[in-house]
């Protein structure tokens, strides 16, 4: 079995995973609708490269943004490929913290977000809690907590994905999901199409499945006021048109991916 090279490792995982033009412009709208301004500082938890961050700074030269992680191995990718691509202005607006989103940090966001279900690594309700009470210290009084979710009648089962892109193909692996405990072991693996390679377990994540009626209802525990949560809505042929709608009531499908917004 190949070892990916650190390099390639975060380059297909982006590819693969990221969506975070789409990201800002929904919590942009979202904080819009919500506040009547625009939001400007802007806190990514479980940042890894943090390239949405780097993005967020090149709105306006009135945007700051934070991306917070553990790991320095991917923030020495994002600093090669992200920061280093920001003009002297948009970096001295964007900072990387090596450190843990459970710690204090000594500054607001109008927007926090936790994305790609990061979140999930908080197996125990009580640190979920602490977790979410951490963020809401840490929000502006005008601010918002993002989160996305996933579930399905196919996210609870050993499983494994496959998706085609141009040079790789990316496979998201279930590999074991106890219904006892809700605990759920996944596996990123990659095949690079230039030289055939086949790169397993390349991201391992040991994490805890948690619903959206739990996540909102730690949302109030951790002293939330407001949880709203979203649904995708759909084309002709049934499948997601990457439109979010707020909404109370839907229906279970084999898979989906949602947002959940929470106000101090
Ligand atoms: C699934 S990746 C998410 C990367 C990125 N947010 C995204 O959307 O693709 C999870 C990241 O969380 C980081 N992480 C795990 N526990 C953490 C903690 N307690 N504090 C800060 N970062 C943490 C890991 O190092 C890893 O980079």
């Known amino acids: 079995m190949s070892k990916i090279p650190s390099n390639l490792k975060y380059q297909l995982y982006e590819s693969s995973v990221q969506n975070h033009e789409c ?115 840490g929000l502006s009084k005008d601010g918002v907590f993002f989160v996305d979710i996933f579930g ?39 095949k690079d199409h230039k030289d055939g390679k086949m790169y397993r377990k390349a991201f391992t994540y040991d994490w805890r499945m948690w619903s959206v009626g739990e996540i909102k209802d730690a949302m109030l525990d951790a002293g939330f006021s407001n949880v709203v949560t979203y649904w995708e809505g759909t084309d002709d042929d049934g499948t997601g048109d990457g439109e979010f709608y707020s909404s109370k009531d839907e229906e279970n499908c084999e898979s989906w991916v949602t947002y959940i917004a929470a106000m101090p």
């Not at 790991?71 to 994002?78: F, L, M, V």
């Not at 990316?170 to 693996?189: A, G, K």
Request: glycine share 4%; hydrophobic share 35%; charged share 30%.
């Open 23 to 137: 990201d800002i412009e929904f919590i942009n709208k979202q904080y819009k609708k919500f506040f009547k301004k625009p939001a400007l500082t802007f806190r990514e938890d479980f940042g890894g490269t943090a390239a949405m961050a780097c993005d967020w700074v090149k709105q306006s030269p009135d945007h700051k943004a934070w991306g917070i992680d553990l790991d320095p191995e991917p923030i020495a990718y994002g600093k090669e490929n992200h920061y280093s691509r920001l003009n002297d202005n948009q970096k001295s607006r964007m900072e990387y913290i090596e450190g843990n989103v459970l710690a204090d940090y000594p500054f607001k966001a109008d927007i926090t977000v936790a994305f790609n279900f990061s979140y999930f690594i908080f197996k125990e309700r009580r640190l979920l809690v602490e977790y979410f009470a951490k963020v809401k210290e």
């Open 152 to 190: 399905g009648t196919e996210a609870r089962q050993e499983l494994q994905e496959e998706t085609e892109h141009d040079n790789h193909t990316y496979f998201w692996d279930c590999d074991s999901y106890n219904t006892l405990t809700e605990e759920v072991l996944y596996y990123i693996h990659f």
